[in-house]
Nanobody, 125 residues
Framework: QVQLVESGGGLVQAGDSLKLSCAASGRTFSTATMGWFRQAPGKEREFITAIYWSSGLPYYADSVKGRFTISRDNAKNTVYLQMNNLKPEDTAVYYC??????????????????WGQGTQVTVSS
């Protein structure tokens, strides 16, 4: 069992940076692939980025590549999302997720077993 709690959201201006954290409980965090998704009002939840547990390699959606960076600290059971050069279209509720699948299709939300409650990010123009 893994429980996830996001933090770090807020209201920023376009061009600003923000760093989200996702604290995980449970002994199995180090073997879980972690992902970040977001959902804007009236839209589907969309994949942003993930980091594989086995290799530590990240994978990014084209919409955030070059601006967002995912990282993880297994000692702290925490995954981070550094967001730079934020745009108004980045406004959404951001969710972290975890999967214990060995070879997950990381950009598919159905691959994830555990979800956090979400944290709001609002970017003003």
């Amino acid at each position: 069992q893994v429980q996830l709690v996001e933090s770090g959201g807020g209201l920023v201006q376009a061009g600003d940076s923000l760093k989200l954290s996702c604290a995980a409980s449970g002994r199995t965090f180090s073997t879980a692939t972690m992902g970040w998704f977001r959902q804007a009002p009236g839209k589907e939840r969309e994949f942003i980025t993930a980091i594989y547990w086995s290799s530590g390699l990240p994978y990014y959606a084209d919409s955030v590549k070059g601006r967002f960076t995912i990282s993880r600290d297994n000692a702290k059971n925490t995954v981070y999302l550094q967001m730079n050069n934020l745009k108004p279209e980045d406004t959404a509720v951001y969710y972290c997720a975890a999967t214990r699948k060995l070879f997950p299709v990381v950009n598919k939300k159905d691959e994830y077993d555990y979800w956090g409650q979400g944290t709001q990010v609002t970017v003003s123009s």
